[in-house]
Nanobody
Framework: EVQLVESGGGLVQPGGSLRLSCAAS????????MSWVRQAPGKGREWVST????????TYADSVKGRFTISRDNAKNTLYLQMNSLKPEDTAVYYC????????????????WGQGTQVTVSS
């Protein structure tokens, strides 16, 4: 069965960095584009980034472009999100998800979700 498990969240000061990981199992990870999505308290889910199945093509929301980097290691079935220059508005639960369509574009929908990892940016 499909399983996505996020990790790496925590408390960080503004301007700091974190690297999130998502361990995938139960599907052919290397054949699928993958996304990061976040949800702040009381708000809807916001798309952050998507990476193509081979890791060559990436797309980002304007709010994180230049600060976040999405990557993947298909040999380890793992997705990553390197977050630099963090801002308080980045505070949210971060999820990895399988997007539709299966390409590095702004997703239209998602097929699978993880349980999320909390990122808190505060001084």
């Amino acid at each position: 069965e499909v399983q996505l498990v996020e990790s790496g969240g925590g408390l960080v000061q503004p301007g700091g960095s974190l690297r999130l990981s998502c361990a995938a199992s139960g599907f052919t990870f290397s054949s699928l584009a993958m996304s990061w999505v976040r949800q702040a308290p009381g708000k809807g889910r916001e798309w952050v980034s998507t990476i193509s199945r081979g890791g060559v093509i990436t797309t980002y929301a304007d709010s994180v472009k230049g600060r976040f980097t999405i990557s993947r290691d298909n040999a380890k079935n793992t997705l990553y999100l390197q977050m630099n220059s963090l801002k308080p508005e980045d505070t949210a639960v971060y999820y990895c998800a399988k997007p539709q369509p299966n390409s590095a574009t702004v997703p239209l929908s998602y097929d699978y979700w993880g349980q999320g990892t909390q990122v808190t940016v505060s001084s």
